[in-house]
């Protein structure tokens, strides 16, 4: 597609269930980044997918968040047992590069998706 | 490890003021640097970049130059315009795997 799309763009939840966030990464990019923004912060890291492969998974903050890319393009977050301190933006980002060929610019630069807003009560 | 910092907002200006937001970081190496730029109801843009020291981002009247003496990529643009009004991010990518951002500016720019 011609951007990162994420869906959906708005999610309440009640305390206790499970969500599942989508990101369609722009065709062919070879990573895919997913962040949490928390209201008035700065994004944070949480996993990152090299086609297929989770690489890095260090920035999931429990074990009740998980993330696949299981065909190396459509990934999903998935968050279990929601609380009230997950509520955040979550950012899918892609880029064509491996992260390691940073290419003639000498910079991975990342698309941004939208976001997807959630919001637990 | 990596960390950015940059000046708290909100900053408001005046149009065709001149506008900077400081951004000093610290990293291992020699990491990239970028400001991002996120307009209400949109996903982050990158605005410019730089890649080594000395290097001078510019993009839409934006600068921002990569002074590593000070550690330091303070975003400048000569004249604001309404439009310009968004949050904007000071970033650094350093050894490839992930973009680590500094809290935020908004900028407020009024008629």
């Known amino acids: 597609g011609a951007g990162v799309s994420q869906s959906p763009r708005y999610k309440v939840a009640k305390r206790g269930q499970d969500v599942a966030l989508r990101c369609d990464p722009i065709?062919?990019?070879?990573?895919l980044f997913w962040y949490q923004q928390a209201l008035g912060q700065g994004p944070e890291f949480l996993t990152y997918f090299q086609n297929e492969a989770q690489l890095d998974k260090s920035g999931l903050p429990s074990d009740r968040f998980f993330a696949e890319r299981p065909e190396g393009s459509v990934s999903t977050l998935k968050i279990q047992r929601t609380q009230q301190e997950d509520s955040a933006v979550y950012l899918c980002?892609?880029?064509?590069?491996?992260?390691?060929?940073?290419?003639?610019?000498?910079?991975?630069?990342?698309?941004f998706g939208a976001g997807s807003r959630l919001t637990v009560l | 490890g990596n960390s950015v910092t940059q000046m708290e907002g909100p900053v408001t200006l005046s149009e065709e003021a001149f506008l900077t937001i400081n951004c000093t970081y610290t990293?291992?190496?020699?990491?990239?640097l970028f400001w991002y730029v996120q307009y209400p109801g949109e996903g982050l843009q990158l605005l410019l970049k730089?890649?080594?020291?000395?290097d001078k981002g510019s993009n839409k009247g934006f600068e921002a130059t990569y002074r590593k003496e000070t550690t330091s990529f303070h975003l400048e643009k000569g004249s604001v315009q309404v439009s310009d009004s968004a949050v904007y991010f000071c970033a650094l990518n350093n050894a490839g795997n992930m973009l680590t951002f500094g809290g935020g500016t908004r900028l407020m720019v009024k008629p």
């Open positions: 730089a890649t080594k020291a000395d």
């Open positions: 065709s062919g990019h070879v990573s």
């Open positions: 980002a892609s880029s064509p590069h491996h992260t390691r060929d940073r290419g003639r610019s000498g910079a991975n630069v990342l698309t």
């Open positions: 990293a291992t190496g020699y990491p990239s």
